[in-house]
């Protein structure tokens, strides 16, 4: 998840090169949410990595430190976690 890397950046020394493809991809995601600031490498499916190298990280914005911080208080398991009225909890139709 985004938010769990989001967390870790917050807390390393930076700038950080990411070299892993699933994390690139999560970087991607937090860089197009202007949570962080990143060089992201071409994403290239061909060959042995997805990516041509690795993104480096050089920091994370005050709207990444906010939510950041807001993810790091959650417990575990409760970021997938999205309470929805039941059907039975909607309005009937009738007025």
């Known amino acids: 998840m985004p938010m ?8 390393a020394h930076l700038p950080l090169n990411i070299e892993d493809g699933e994390d690139i991809q999560k970087c991607e995601v937090l860089f197009a949410a202007k949570l962080i600031e990143a060089a992201i490498p071409v994403f290239h499916p ?5 990516y041509l190298g690795p993104a480096t990280v050089t920091s994370v914005t005050p709207s990444g430190l906010a939510a950041s911080e807001v993810r790091a208080r959650m417990p575990d398991g409760s970021a997938n976690f999205y309470p929805r009225r039941s ?3 909607r309005s009937s139709g009738t007025r």
Do not use: I, Y
């Open 4 to 11: 769990e890397l989001l967390v870790r950046l917050r807390e």
């Open 46 to 50: 061909e060959g042995s990595s997805p």
């Open 87 to 89: 059907p039975s909890t």
